[in-house]
Each structure stands twice: as C-alpha cells, then as structure tokens.
C-alpha cells in the first residue's frame, strides 16, 4: 500500500460535501419558519396566562350588605387587568355591569397582592337597600393587558341565588 492511497481515497471525500449540503438545508428551513412565523403575527398571538391566585369573598347580609373580595395569596396582579362582574340583584340603585379594581379597591399602588381587597358598599357604588345582593352574582374576571383573553377568577353567588 502507498502513503498517497490513504490520503486521496475519491470514495470518502463524497460524504462530507453531501452532509454540508444536508445541514444547510435543514438551518434555511428553521429559519424560514421561524422569520414566517413572525411576519405573519403568530409570535404576537402566544396568549397570556391568567394568574395563579387564590380569593376570598366575604358576605355581609345585615344593614351594610356589602361584600369585600380578598386576594389571600398567590401571583400578583395588575389592578387594570381586574373587573368585578355583577349581575342579579334586587334593588335598582345598583346596576348590574363591570366595576373596575381601582373603583372598589383599597390598595395603595396599581398591582394587587396577597391582602388587598375590594369592597361593594355604597361608598363605592352607591346607595342600595338591605338584602339587594342576596339573589346577586359576583364575578371577578382578569383581561389580559391588549384584551387578547380573559378568565373568571373567582365567583361568588348570593345566599338567593
């Protein structure tokens, strides 16, 4: 055997510019996909999460009959992503409809977090009579900031209900 036969083998050279050919295409495709997916707004359509947090809602039947709605832990929220949906009732002072987190609230700053709460007493809303939310359904619902989805949180419904 001659040292230039290990060295100029025609067989062998063939793989490896088939390879290369193989590999360039495979990275064209990627990035062909990704560039599409890009320019058609599908990367703009990955939706929000709604946030992972836990809420209590307390029912005052007696003469204030008002609620207040406590966050009691888990994730933090923007407070202009929150909307408190009434409906039912039985008195007319009140309509039914969304009542945004910075109307009912008692927080300081614009996120809420394990603590903060929101209160329906006729201080925010109105006056309304004894007993008006005992046929009432309360929804707290999170939008995502550019309304792209939104999630029911928490509900409570009156004793009536």
């Known amino acids: 055997m001659q040292l230039t ?59 204030s009959g008002s609620w207040v709605l406590t966050h009691t832990s888990g994730d933090d929220v923007p407070e202009s992503t929150l909307n408190v949906a009434l409906s039912g009732g039985t008195d007319t002072n009140i309509s039914s409809g969304d009542y945004s987190w910075a109307t009912l609230g008692t927080g300081s700053d614009t996120t809420v977090s394990a603590g903060d709460s929101a209160e329906f007493n006729s201080s925010t809303t109105g006056t309304y009579n004894q007993g008006e939310f005992d046929d009432a359904t309360l929804r707290l619902v999170w939008t995502a900031e550019g309304g792209g989805s939104s999630s029911t949180l928490t509900t409570w419904e009156g004793p009536d209900a």
């Open 5 to 63: 036969e290990l060295f100029d083998n025609d067989e062998e050279r063939a793989v490896s510019p088939v390879i290369g050919v193989i590999l360039m295409v495979a990275i064209t495709v990627i990035l062909a996909a990704v560039i599409g997916t890009f320019v058609l707004g599908l990367g703009d359509q990955v939706q929000q999460t709604s946030p992972n947090a836990q809420w209590d809602v307390e029912y005052d039947p007696g003469s």
